[in-house]
């Protein structure tokens, strides 16, 4: 996850740096984004058939030799956006599987009684990454270039392919064959559509993927364009925003109970929404960088509940499938970042994030009205 972030913030400013376009940083985070989207209903109904383990393990090994051929195009002097879009895309294969693959055996490994509280130490080691990723991207984009970015990047993938090879899960029963995996991905949507807690909170997240979470393409735009900055500062701001999602993820593996559940999905909703909102307006750096604090809180109260909501209102039985179409709904996010860079093309990065955010709370306030259960 550490790389993850990393890739994204060198890469969006490399790509701006090259062709001055906020719509082309959009189209490369909408190529990484975008398998979520194609893939997604597949993913639960795939890690309910095959071994996990060898499923991790085959990710890593995939994110290792497309990053080690993105650094060889670097090194070379002949590497383009397009380039990194088509690695972009290749891994986020790897990520679409990765979701519902791994949450599901934290959830098999922690069980039902403790499953806030792992999926909170789950995202604060994630969170934790956010702090690290973007600095230490920006650092090494602006010391050593694009080279250096994909040289890190596939030393790191190599050295979790070697880690996943030691996890060790509890013995599960694989999911027979006999249903079709279409019928298999078809039943996972039943099942969601059948209950109105379920269906409130995948319209929340598909909420934040179209109108929250791409606000992040474009802060190397605004960083670049309205703050003057160089590619650390800006690796900063997407840092400071890791940071409070480190702390609001410690402080809900602390204290979540599961009568708070859903409020704190809701309020952090709410909050990174209207911080999005505020950091539009802004044009000094250290108000930004609280700002974007802010919106790491909500997004950590978002992105735990996320997983953690589901797992627990499903069915054992049904969990993967659940998780297929959350990865459904969380690969709604190319749609909200290709609206994000057409509509930064037309207005600039600033007006286009304040339309967005207006739009997200528009949004949430309707599917609280619409699905009760969720509040």
């Known amino acids: 996850m550490a790389m993850r972030w990393f890739e994204i913030l060198a890469t969006s400013v490399f790509t701006f740096a090259v062709t001055q376009s906020a719509l082309a940083v959009a189209l490369v985070a909408l190529s990484?984004?975008?398998?979520?989207?194609?893939?997604?209903a597949f993913t639960g109904a795939i890690?309910?058939?095959?071994?996990?383990?060898?499923?991790?393990l085959g990710g890593e090994l995939i994110l290792v030799v497309t990053t080690a051929l993105l650094c060889l195009l670097a090194a070379s002097g002949v590497i383009t956006p397009w380039h990194i879009a088509a690695g972009a895309f290749v891994n986020g294969i790897v990520f679409s599987m990765e979701f519902p693959v791994r949450r599901n055996m934290m959830g098999d490994i922690a069980g039902v009684e403790?499953?806030?509280r792992a999926m909170g130490l789950d995202l604060t080691a994630n969170n934790a990454t956010r702090i690290i990723g973007p600095a230490l991207g920006g650092f090494v984009l602006e010391a050593i270039g694009i080279t250096g970015i994909y040289a890190v990047a596939t030393a790191c993938y190599a050295i979790c392919a070697v880690l996943v090879i030691g996890v060790i899960a509890p013995p599960r029963i694989v999911a027979a064959t006999a249903l079709g995996l279409l019928a298999h991905i078809v039943e996972g949507l039943r099942y969601v559509r059948g209950n109105?807690?379920?269906?409130g909170l995948m319209a929340i997240t598909v909420?934040?993927?179209?109108?929250?979470?791409?606000?992040?393409?474009m802060v190397p735009v605004i960083g670049g364009e309205e703050l003057n900055?160089?590619?650390?500062p800006i690796g900063l701001l997407l840092s400071s925003e890791g940071v409070g999602a480190l702390l609001g993820s410690l402080l809900v593996a602390t204290y979540a109970k599961p009568e708070h559940f859903h409020k704190i999905y809701l309020y952090g909703s709410g909050l990174l929404i209207a911080a999005v909102i505020l950091f539009s307006q802004s044009s000094d750096y250290g108000l930004s960088l609280s700002i974007t604090?802010?919106?790491?809180?909500?997004?950590?109260?978002?992105?735990?509940?996320?997983?953690?909501l589901p797992y627990v209102l499903s069915e054992p039985a049904m969990r993967a499938r659940v998780m297929g179409v959350l990865a459904v709904c969380i690969g709604s996010g190319p749609i909200g970042m290709l609206h994000v860079g057409l509509l930064?093309?037309?207005l600039g990065a600033p007006t286009a994030l304040t339309v967005m955010g207006i739009e997200g709370l528009i949004a949430l306030a309707l599917t609280i009205w619409i699905w009760r259960e969720v509040r």
Request: proline share 3%; net charge positive; aromatic share 14%.
């Open 229 to 232: 900055l160089t590619a650390f």
């Open 293 to 308: 604090f802010a919106a790491g809180l909500g997004i950590a109260g978002f992105t735990t509940m996320q997983a953690t």
């Open 114 to 116: 403790r499953i806030g």
């Open 47 to 56: 890690a309910d058939r095959f071994d996990r383990r060898k499923l991790l």
């Open 344 to 346: 930064a093309n037309w």
């Open 207 to 217: 909420i934040m993927n179209i109108w929250g979470l791409p606000y992040v393409t």
């Open 32 to 40: 990484r984004a975008a398998p979520n989207l194609l893939f997604g």
């Open 196 to 199: 109105r807690a379920l269906v």
